[in-house]
């Protein structure tokens, strides 16, 4: 069965430090992967998505993120974090061989940045 | 504007009494899922629609029922709702299955069950 880890569970930074989050899935296939952001009080919002390509994948406000395929990892970055970035990560995983549009998510990572 | 919305928002009931949350998406989409959230456990899906009156069991399913009447509506259903479904609930839905389109959210729906 297809899972998905995010290793870090609680990240706290200044504003202009920079961020790397981990994520690693295992499923042997073809994957499409999505990290989404949850601000407070807020519903699940897309950052970026990788469905084939360039493995460098740039999304909404400054994120990035690298898919990896022989470490089966999509970590999430991010050069210079703001206050406005506080919130949760999570990262996400599809299998499109199995023709649902399941994700199966990570149990998500709290940042925390302080100005 | 394109979004799925969930109705109520908040919702405190007592064990047993039945409930139902509404999910509604105005982009014509094919594919429709219910997630709940739980601290330190992510999102997991409960209940998933390919189309009206195609529906499918999540990682989930046990204590709730869905049912798909309508393209843009897919209800969530407790019968008998027990404290172990207090969470939070997440309504989703993207254009078509199995084509890796981009899933939208609902704003979410939190429930206590006492």
């Known amino acids: 069965a297809q899972s998905v880890s995010q290793h870090n569970h609680h990240v706290i930074l200044s504003e202009a430090a920079s961020l790397e989050l981990g994520c690693n899935y295992s499923?042997?296939?073809?994957?499409?992967l999505f990290w989404y952001v949850q601000y407070p009080g807020q519903h699940l919002q897309l950052l970026l998505k990788y469905f084939s390509g360039d493995p460098l994948v740039k999304g909404i406000k400054g994120f990035e993120a690298e898919f990896i395929k022989s470490k089966f990892s999509f970590n999430l970055r991010k050069p210079s974090v703001q206050w406005s970035d506080t919130a949760e990560y999570f990262c996400?995983?599809?299998?499109?061989?199995?023709?649902?549009?399941?994700?199966?998510f990570g149990t998500g990572t709290r940042l925390q940045v302080f100005p | 504007e394109a979004q799925v919305t969930q109705n109520p928002r908040y919702l405190i009931t007592v064990t047993g009494k039945k409930l139902t949350v509404t999910c509604s998406q105005n982009m014509n989409h094919e594919y429709m899922s219910w997630y709940r959230q739980d601290p330190g456990l992510g999102l997991r899906q409960i209940y998933y629609?390919?189309?009206?009156?195609?529906?499918d069991k999540g990682d989930v399913p046990e204590g709730y029922k869905v049912s798909r009447k309508e393209k843009r509506n897919f209800p969530l259903i407790l019968e008998s709702p027990s404290p172990n479904q207090t969470s939070l609930y997440f309504c989703a839905s993207s254009l078509a299955p199995g084509r890796t389109y981009e899933q939208y959210f609902g704003p979410g729906t939190r429930l206590t069950v006492t």
């Open positions: 996400a995983v599809n299998a499109p061989s199995y023709n649902t549009d399941k994700l199966i």
């Open positions: 629609s390919m189309n009206v009156e195609v529906t």
């Open positions: 499923y042997g296939g073809t994957v499409n």
